[in-house]
Nanobody, 126 residues
Framework: QVQLVESGGGLVQAGGSLRLSCAGA????????VAWFRRPPGQEREFVAG????????RYEDSLKDRFTISRDNAKNTVSLQMNGLKPEDTAVYYC???????????????????WGQGTQVTVSS
């Protein structure tokens, strides 16, 4: 089973940018939807963005779509999340998640993603 490794998190000032990366190890997720979720301090996990297996279709949480961009490179077995104009409320642990091995729409429910990474911390200072 593929394992996911997130990277790219860190501390950034408000207005700055970060690019998160999710890499597959021990397998491939090139035929699966991939999504990013986040868990802000003391809050529930929430959907951030998703991309279908081919990269043609994307979906975003409405409040983030103007600042965040999800993309994938199936040749490298990676998915990225470009985050611009970061705000303190974007502070969270960000998780990469892979969907099932069937062609399905991009969904926002965490329960629909069977494989998860360990997460990477993003902290935005004011």
């Amino acid at each position: 089973q593929v394992q996911l490794v997130e990277s790219g998190g860190g501390l950034v000032q408000a207005g700055g940018s970060l690019r998160l990366s999710c890499a597959g190890a021990g397998g491939t997720f090139t035929e699966r939807n991939v999504a990013w979720f986040r868990r802000p301090p003391g809050q529930e996990r929430e959907f951030v963005a998703g991309i279908n297996w081919s990269g043609v279709s994307t979906r975003y949480e409405d409040s983030l779509k103007d600042r965040f961009t999800i993309s994938r490179d199936n040749a490298k077995n990676t998915v990225s999340l470009q985050m611009n104009g970061l705000k303190p409320e974007d502070t969270a642990v960000y998780y990469c998640a892979v969907g099932p091995q069937i062609i399905v729409p991009i969904v926002v429910s965490a329960a629909s993603y069977p494989i998860w990474g360990q997460g990477t911390q993003v902290t935005v200072s004011s």
